[in-house]
């Protein structure tokens, strides 16, 4: 079975940066992209970023463009999210997850992610 696991959240002060890592572990399976979501409270799960296909071609949600950069070690089985520049309203739980569908698309949707992580907290302050 696959395991995602986050870490790396934490209190940031706005402006400062924070690196989320996202390790898979278990039995593996062809991973057609890997993404980034996050959650505030009272929100809808809103689409960060993801890297897919074996030139990690990457992807960005409005919200992270500019931003936030992510990156993939696969000899690690581990991907990324480098935040700067961090705001308060980026303050959100931040989820990983895997997909086995292969598409042209973004992957901005978490309906194509097969396999989720239990997210890490993130909170920025003012």
């Known amino acids: 079975q696959v395991q995602l696991a986050e870490s790396g959240g934490g209190l940031v002060q706005a402006g400062g940066s924070l690196r989320l890592s996202c390790v898979v572990s278990?039995?593996?399976?062809?991973?057609?992209?890997r993404g980034w979501f996050r959650q505030a409270p009272g929100k809808e799960r809103e689409f960060v970023g993801a890297i897919r296909g074996s030139y990690d071609i990457t992807s960005y949600g409005d919200s992270a463009k500019g931003r936030f950069t992510i990156s993939s070690d696969n000899a690690k089985n581990t991907v990324y999210l480098q935040m700067s520049n961090l705001k308060p309203e980026d303050t959100a739980v931040y989820y990983c997850?895997?997909?086995?569908?292969?598409?042209?698309?973004?992957?901005?949707?978490?309906?194509?992610?097969?396999?989720w992580g239990q997210g890490t907290q993130v909170t920025v302050s003012s």
């Open positions: 278990g039995r593996t399976f062809s991973t057609a992209a």
């Open positions: 997850a895997a997909s086995r569908i292969y598409t042209s698309g973004d992957y901005d949707s978490e309906y194509v992610y097969d396999v």
